[in-house]
Nanobody
């Protein structure tokens, strides 16, 4: 059974940093794509960043230069380092996982519906 367990959500002031984690268990395919998505109240879900099993990454324009996606393959943990946070970054953040044959990292941030496995969500609040 594939499970994604998220942690790290919190409240920070604008300009601050936060790191989200997503621990993966039960996934055995060596080829995969993972992503971070977010959804603010009243808004549509938005792709934030993606990473594949080859280490290639992609980012939404809104977070380029501020957010970093990475994965510790020894611990099977996906991270999202968020720097220079803005009030617009406040949202519920979700990690997602799928096989690389189903979704490529180049389109990951625009292909939420292609991901079959999701974390429970992590709330991030950014105060101005």
């Amino acid at each position: 059974q594939v499970q994604l367990a998220e942690s790290g959500g919190n409240s920070v002031q604008a300009g601050g940093s936060l790191r989200l984690s997503c621990e993966v268990s039960g996934w055995t395919d060596q080829s995969y794509c993972m992503g971070w998505f977010r959804q603010a109240p009243g808004k549509e879900r938005e792709g934030v960043a993606g990473i594949d099993s080859n280490g290639r990454t992609s980012y939404a324009d809104s977070v380029k230069g501020r957010f970093i996606i990475s994965k510790d393959n020894t611990k099977n943990i996906l991270y999202l380092q968020m720097n220079s946070l803005k009030p617009d970054d406040a949202a519920m953040y979700f990690c997602a996982l799928e096989g690389l044959r189903a979704v490529g990292v180049g389109v990951a941030v625009n292909a939420a519906n292609a991901f079959g496995y999701w974390g429970q969500g992590n709330h991030v609040t950014v105060s101005s």
